[in-house]
């Protein structure tokens, strides 16, 4: 099984900056691909960002896009999520999880963060 942890969330104001780790550990796969997804209240998932293991390619929401990085350290089996700029709109719980070819979807998902934009 893989563990996912995530860190770094909190209470900001908006205009704020935060970064969200998430390290993963258990069983290893040779290549994979990280995500950020978030929940916000009364809302379903949403995707945030992405980062590909070939190539290091990202992608991101409309959203979030020109105010969040994501990257991804392979060493450390880590992810992050630099969010700047930050709006109200961005409150939610954010994930990361997992996703190892071939399967075409996250398998693997961490507990949740705790993000809170104040006006």
């Known amino acids: 099984q893989v563990q996912l942890v995530e860190t770094g969330g909190g209470l900001v104001q908006a205009g704020g900056s935060l970064r969200l780790s998430c390290g993963a550990s258990?069983?290893?796969?040779?290549?994979?691909?990280m995500g950020w997804f978030r929940r916000a209240p009364g809302k379903g998932r949403e995707f945030v960002a992405a980062?590909?293991?070939?190539?290091?390619?990202?992608l991101y929401a409309a959203s979030v896009k020109g105010r969040f990085v994501i990257s991804r350290d392979n060493a450390k089996n880590t992810v992050y999520l630099q969010m700047n700029s930050l709006k109200p709109e961005d409150t939610a719980v954010y994930y990361c999880?997992?996703?190892?070819?071939?399967?075409?979807?996250?398998?693997?998902w961490g507990q949740g963060t705790q993000v809170t934009v104040s006006s």
């Open positions: 980062v590909m293991w070939s190539g290091g390619s990202t």
């Open positions: 999880a997992l996703r190892a070819p071939p399967s075409p979807s996250y398998d693997y």
């Open positions: 258990g069983r290893t796969f040779t290549s994979y691909d």
